[in-house]
């Protein structure tokens, strides 16, 4: 990996769509929903930043030292998973981390939220059980036929 990029966006803003095209290129790597931003940011900044013997440390080598734990797990956990030179990694929660990757882009999926709404709802009305029940379980009745369903 010579150079990380970033994706973030709403759900259902086109992420997933673009990192699609963007791994045609045999050059780029890009990830689902990234599961590395979650153990980096919470498993190791939150929770390591607050032990008792990371607290005894100078302020600038723990930095030091944080930065460092950072950059060589991204470096390692990418470089496991492929060896193409250009990976873009898609979470919504890089955007909190990505002042320590002076050198990365942003990519920023934007899309009406009005859209976004009406997407959830296209899935939500190709749904057989999902929508049968109401807010009281009380039984709805199910907004399409069950003819498709029949075999």
Known sequence: M??????????????????????????IFTTGSCALYEILHDKILIKGRYSETFQAMSIDQADAAMYGLIHGATKGWFEALTD????????????????????????????????????????????LALHTFGNTNVMVPAMHSLEKYRH
């Not at 010579?2 to 050059?27: A, D, W, Y």
């Not at 030179?85 to 942003?106: A, E, Q, T």
Request: glycine share 6%.
């Open 84 to 127: 193409k030179p250009i990976v873009i990694s898609k979470r919504h929660g890089w955007s909190s981390l990505f002042h320590m990757y002076p050198n990365s882009k942003y990519i920023c999926m934007v899309r009406d939220l009005r859209d976004i709404a009406e997407s959830f709802d296209n899935i939500n009305s190709k749904t």
């Open 2 to 27: 010579n150079t990380l990029h970033f994706c973030g966006g709403l759900p259902r803003s086109g992420s997933t769509v673009l990192m699609n095209i963007l791994q045609e290129n045999p050059k």
